[in-house]
Structure formats: structure tokens, C-alpha cells
């Protein structure tokens, strides 16, 4: 078709999909655009036409026909049925080798499916995560591509050219083959799932142990994001608590509902992880503490219940601000830890070859859980690649160690005044149960042999024991 002249096209024009188009527009691609309600596809171009060169298109066959070939079509539309619609539209009218992306947020057992379905056609489906928002979206997000190598080597010239750039090296990667990118971002999003709560209960403690008003604890965070916490979730939060409502002129905190959302993702996390066997806590425990923050009947009628509050924990506020610092930096490195034995676990179980190392400096821009920290992280996997666990490199174990002490505390002084912490809590039992000599499973696996014949092993010699437990008494 001599009217092709096209790099991409892109179908859904909500707000990510939009924002991906002019991103991709405003880096010199020609893109063509479509959208199943055509004035969303008329008001981009009318609004923002002129950022750069849109084809607009107003059916799938036009959006297709004005692609060169091999075709890379994204589709950016609500996941799941929506996505299965459009791929089923989208496939009778695509030749061999044209590569259809699913830039939305798929579950990767999805991806898995459609790119098997696509495969057998001879069509190249990639499940590509995106991650950064509407924001990241419009001017440069981190992306994790997953999809054939000939897939990635079409995709790559836009794909490096509107993602995030960290000193000069683009945030995206070709993260392995078919649902390999879009596990990886659910995975991030499941650290930011932890991210956020053990930011939320460090606030929490700052306020409701050391007495402090959401503007000295804005203060206090913006201190820390000038230090090893330094990030885009740090800094937000200084901003975020900072602010005042415009109605009230109450800090801005106090009138929202304390009841978190979620659209799923921290949740796929959390199942996937109890298919691995991979131990989660601070993901799983937050993904939970949201859950717990929705169950306002519940809450409400055990508020009644146990209204009286428990006592009051005198700490001094400088140090308490320091010790909560080193707690959440520990529990932080435990909840990446977590997050990165996930991934290599997923990897290993669905043979993606996963560069870890790579993983985290894509990372390091464009999306909600940028850090500085995912420097160390990068550097840890560059001198060991194979590492058995983050926990244990010399940055982040000298980290923990500094910091074990004052996490401590600061989990002491939250149980004494009832302030729930629940990733601070887990991530140390974590490590706690990581470091110990002995370990109580091995009552548990005499239990399990004394109920169910289990069998047990011995720590003085090798093999497989049973112990006749009724006749030995
Ligand atoms: P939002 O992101 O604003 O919440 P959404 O309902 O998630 O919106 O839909 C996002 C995009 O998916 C929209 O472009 C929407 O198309 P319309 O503008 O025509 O609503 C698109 N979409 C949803 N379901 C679809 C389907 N079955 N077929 C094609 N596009 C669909």
C-alpha cells in the first residue's frame, strides 16, 4: 500500500494511549492513530496535530492500511475483554510478521495466551509494560518489552526514543519473550504497592508516636529525599502533605477517606508469588493493609469495641526521626529483595532470561518507583550477577545492619502505642527469619510427621526418617 507511510500505529486514545501517541509524535515518528469513538481520535488531532505527524484514522482497516510494514499496531485499551476485542478485530486484517502490542496493563497469563494465539497465525504479539502514568506516558515512562527478538528490533528505534533517559541510557529493555515484560511490571507495580505503605507508616509513626503536624513530616521527608531515600515517592509525599485543602484549609491528608484502592496488580503479585513459593511479605502485607483500610464496617465496629487507646510512648523526636528512617530504608531493601527473587523465580519457572541488573536501571526513570536506590541495585547485579539474594551485597547489608537497631526500636515504640506497621513488622521478621541459626520448622516438620507421616531430615545424617510416634510414646 503506497498510502503506508506510517512507523506505528496506535489504537485507544484515553488518556495513556493519548499521551503515548504524542510521545511517540513528538519524537519524530509518523503515527497513525485510531480510537473505537472516532471524535477522540478528531479532538487529538485538532488539539495537539501540530506536535507532530498523526495519521488519523477512523476505522482499524484505515489504521492498518496506513502502517508500513512489518506493521507494529499498539492497542492502549481497558485490559482485558476490551483487549481481546480488538486483537480478535485487529488479526484478519494483518499480514505475516506484522506485530500487534499490548501497551496496557495484562496480566502476563493473558499475554502468554495471546501470544500464543497470535503465533500460530504468524502474527508477533508483544506485551509491553508501561509504567510512569499519565505523565510518564506523555514524557518518558520506563518500559519493559516482551515479544519475539524480531518484534524488539522493529519496536526498538520508538520504544528507546520515548522512554525515560537516565544519563544517556534509555529506560526501556527487551525484558525476554512474550509475557516476560508485562510479569516484570507487575512485579514493579507490586513494589510500589510496598513502597507506598511503608511510606504511609512512617508517616503514621512520625504523627501519631512522635506528635508531629503533616507539614513538619512534609519537612522531614523532603530531608530525606535529599539522602539514599531519594526518589520521585519520597518527594511526592513532602509535596502531598504539605498541602492544604482549598475548602477546609485543613491539611489536605486529613480530608481524604483512609480507605486505599487498588486495580489489581499488587494482587496478581501476591497470588503469583504464592505459585513460586517466593516469600513477599512487605508486597503482601501491604496489598493487604489496603485491603484492611476498605473494611469500614469492621473497622467501625471493633473502633467501638477497643476504643481505648493504648499508652502513650514518650520518644525523643530527632532520634525517633532518625530511627524511622533506618527502618524504612531496611524494609525497603527487603521489599526490593523480595520483589527481585520474585522475578528471577518467575524467570527461572516460564524460561525468560531475565537480566535483572537490567531491570533496575530501567527503573531508575520514568516510573513511580524511580530512586536513586535502584543505582545500588543496578551495581549489585553488575558485580554478581547470579547473587543469591540483595540482601547480603555489601551496600545493602551494610544498610540493614547500621539500621537493624533502630528498626527495632521504632517497631517497639509502634506495638507499644498501637500503631499498626504491618510491612515494618513483616519485612523485619523477614530478615530476622533469614538470618536466624535454627528456625521452629523443624517442629514443624515433626508435627507433620507425627499427624500425617510426613517424613522429616536429620541434621546429623543423610536421608528421608519416619518416626513411629505411637509406639515410641
Ligand atoms: P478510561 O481509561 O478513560 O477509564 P476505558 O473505559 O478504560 O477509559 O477505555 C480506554 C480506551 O479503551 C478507550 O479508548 C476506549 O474506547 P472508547 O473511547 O470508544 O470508549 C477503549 N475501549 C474500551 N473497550 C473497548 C472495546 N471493546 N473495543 C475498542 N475499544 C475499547
Not at 534509555?170 to 508485562?182: E, K, R, S
Not at 525468560?352 to 541488573?357: A, F, V
Not at 536421608?463 to 510414646?473: D, K, L, N, S
Request: glycine letters at 10%.
Amino acid at each position: 500500500n503506497d498510502d503506508a507511510r506510517a512507523t506505528i500505529g496506535l489504537t485507544g486514545l484515553a488518556t495513556m494511549g493519548r499521551n503515548l501517541a504524542r510521545n511517540i509524535a513528538r519524537n519524530g515518528h509518523t503515527i497513525a492513530v485510531h480510537n473505537r469513538t472516532t471524535s477522540k481520535m478528531t479532538a487529538l488531532i485538532d488539539e495537539f496535530g501540530d506536535e507532530g505527524d498523526f495519521v488519523g484514522c477512523e476505522s482499524l482497516e484505515d489504521l492498518v492500511a496506513a502502517v508500513e510494514r512489518p506493521r507494529a499496531i499498539v492497542i492502549m485499551v481497558k485490559a482485558g475483554e476490551a483487549t481481546d476485542a480488538v486483537v480478535d478485530e485487529l488479526v484478519p486484517l494483518l499480514d505475516e510478521g506484522d506485530i500487534v502490542v499490548d501497551a496496557g496493563n495484562a496480566h502476563y497469563r493473558d499475554t502468554l495466551r495471546r501470544q500464543e494465539a497470535l503465533e500460530e497465525k504468524g502474527l508477533h504479539f508483544v506485551g509491553m509494560g508501561v509504567s510512569g502514568g499519565e505523565e510518564g506516558a506523555l514524557n518518558g515512562p520506563s518500559i519493559m518489552v516482551g515479544g519475539s527478538d524480531h518484534a524488539y528490533e522493529v519496536l526498538q528505534p520508538v520504544v528507546e526514543s520515548i522512554a525515560a533517559d537516565v544519563d544517556g541510557t534509555p529506560c526501556c529493555a527487551h525484558i525476554g519473550h512474550d509475557g516476560a515484560g508485562h510479569f516484570v511490571k507487575m512485579v514493579h507495580n507490586g513494589i510500589e504497592y510496598a513502597d507506598m505503605q511503608l511510606i504511609a507508616e512512617s508517616y503514621d509513626l512520625l504523627r501519631s508516636v512522635a506528635g508531629m503536624t503533616p507539614a513538619e513530616v512534609a519537612d522531614v521527608f523532603e530531608e530525606w529525599n535529599g539522602g539514599d531515600l531519594e526518589s520521585f515517592l519520597i518527594e511526592m509525599t513532602a509535596d502531598v502533605l504539605r498541602h492544604t485543602d482549598a475548602e477546609t484549609g485543613e491539611p489536605f491528608v486529613d480530608v481524604v477517606r483512609d480507605a486505599a484502592e487498588q486495580k489489581g496488580t499488587g494482587r496478581w503479585t501476591v497470588q503469583d508469588a504464592l505459585d513460586l513459593g517466593v516469600p513477599i511479605t512487605g508486597i503482601a502485607e501491604a496489598t493487604f493493609a489496603r485491603s484492611l483500610s476498605g473494611h469500614t464496617e469492621q473497622r467501625a465496629a471493633a473502633r467501638e469495641m477497643f476504643s481505648t487507646t493504648p499508652e502513650e510512648v514518650d520518644v525523643d523526636r530527632d532520634s525517633f526521626v532518625d530511627q524511622v528512617r533506618a527502618a524504612l530504608y531496611a524494609s525497603k531493601v527487603v521489599a526490593y529483595a523480595q520483589g527481585f527473587d520474585q522475578i528471577a523465580a518467575g524467570a527461572e519457572e516460564r524460561g525468560w532470561d531475565i537480566d535483572l541488573g537490567e531491570v533496575a536501571t530501567i527503573w531508575r526513570g520514568g516510573c513511580i518507583i524511580r530512586a536513586q536506590f535502584l543505582d545500588r541495585i543496578r551495581e549489585a547485579y553488575a558485580d554478581e550477577p547470579d547473587l543469591t539474594t540483595l540482601l547480603t551485597t555489601p551496600y545493602f547489608a551494610e544498610a540493614v545492619t547500621d539500621g537493624v537497631d533502630a528498626w527495632r526500636e521504632v517497631i517497639v515504640a509502634a506495638v507499644r502505642g498501637g500503631v499498626p506497621t504491618p510491612a515494618f513488622s513483616s519485612s523485619l521478621a523477614y530478615f530476622d527469619g533469614l538470618r536466624r541459626d535454627r528456625l521452629p520448622a523443624a517442629l514443624i516438620q515433626a508435627l507433620r510427621d507425627d499427624f500425617g507421616a510426613h517424613t522429616y531430615e536429620r541434621v546429623d545424617r543423610e536421608g528421608t526418617f519416619h518416626t513411629r510416634w505411637a509406639e515410641e510414646g
